[in-house]
């Protein structure tokens, strides 16, 4: 564990309903997928000084890295701050008549950043390299938490370091404006799977808040707009129904892991299917968040 890593600057943006935090270390990390960083940072309010939180690094990398991402849900207290000192930085980038802050193209310079430590990286990675077909369940927010398995697996699958041949994520949203904070993040992910045309990544979101008709954009990203059939998707992704098999191949049962970053009812929904339908097999792990 670390703690503080040296003094950190933080470039804090505001955007849409989020707010997105890069932390920029003095010094190269290693933070595997699934972890988390207590926050501390001073100038957010005037009890901000004696106030850490808890946040999942959402950016992944293979090695050590001198920056962090974060995403944070604005709420009442400390986080609300949060979002407000975003705002600063929210109006240059506007200014600049910069739309996004695209995570491998953020800008630093001219951007207002402020002093930050954290302890960390708190908590434990899934060992997902062992499953051949893993599935990302997560409600809102929770998505914060699948984001660096989801690079995490697509960069082992094209480096051929790992057994993985399929992952689906499936992302329940209250409301259309939670995507455009985590489209970049999401984007990267589609466009880094191309192994040979493979495409080992299936993206399924699910909007509550919205009257639209179901629609398909391309061969991987669906959209919901009516209650997603989760048990058929289960289902199909147990059978290995979109692994491409080889000629020899039979159609023994596979092994799943499926991981939970989502509200109450829905890791209970879940846990039932998976208890009720599927006696082996599939392994279920809850993230921290
Ligand atoms: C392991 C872990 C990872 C998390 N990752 C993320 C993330 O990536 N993105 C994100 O938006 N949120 C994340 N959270 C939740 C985030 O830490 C809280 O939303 C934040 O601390 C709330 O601060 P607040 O003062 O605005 O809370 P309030 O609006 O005052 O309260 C909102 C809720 O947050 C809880 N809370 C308040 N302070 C803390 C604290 N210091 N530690 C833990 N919980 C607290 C309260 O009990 C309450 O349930 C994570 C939480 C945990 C435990």
Redesign the pocket.
């Known amino acids: 564990m670390v703690i503080g890593a040296g003094l950190s600057r933080a470039y804090i943006i505001r955007e849409g309903d989020a707010v997105r935090v890069r932390l920029r270390l003095s010094r190269h990390i290693r933070v595997k997928a699934g972890q988390?960083v207590g926050l501390w940072i001073p100038a957010v309010s005037f009890w901000a000084p004696l106030?850490?939180?808890?946040?999942?690094v959402?950016s992944w990398s293979a090695g050590r890295s001198k920056h962090l991402d974060?995403?944070?849900?604005p709420?009442?207290?400390?986080?609300?701050s949060l979002a407000d000192l975003g705002r600063v930085n929210e109006q240059l980038l506007r200014d600049r008549g910069m739309k996004d802050t695209v995570s491998d193209t953020f800008v630093y310079k001219g951007l207002i950043s402020n002093l930050a430590l954290f302890t960390g990286p708190h908590?434990c990675s899934v060992p997902v390299g062992e499953y051949e077909t893993v599935v990302m369940i997560a409600s809102d927010?929770g998505i914060?938490?699948q984001l660096p398995y989801l690079h995490a697996l697509v960069y082992s699958y094209n480096a051929c370091k790992t057994r993985n041949r399929r992952v689906h994520l499936i992302w329940f949203l209250e409301k259309y404006n939670l995507i455009p904070p985590f489209v970049s993040l999401l984007n990267a992910a589609l466009d880094n799977d191309s192994l040979d045309e493979g495409f080992i990544l299936s993206i399924s979101i699910h909007i509550t808040a919205s009257d639209m008709q179901d629609e398909q954009l391309g061969r991987r990203v669906n959209f919901y707009y009516r209650p997603m059939p989760l048990e058929q998707i289960l289902k199909e992704e147990h059978e290995g129904k979109y692994i491409r098999k080889v000629q020899t191949e039979d159609m023994r049962s596979r092994d799943m892991a499926v991981l939970v970053s989502a509200t109450g009812s829905i890791q209970d929904l879940v846990r039932k299917l998976i208890l009720d339908r599927f006696k082996k097999g599939v392994t279920l792990f809850d993230l921290?968040?």
């Not at 106030?51 to 999942?56: G, R, V, Y």
């Not at 709420?75 to 609300?80: E, I, S």
């Open positions: 988390y106030q850490s939180h808890p946040f999942m959402t974060i995403v944070v849900e709420r009442k207290g400390w986080t609300r908590g927010f914060a938490a921290d968040y």
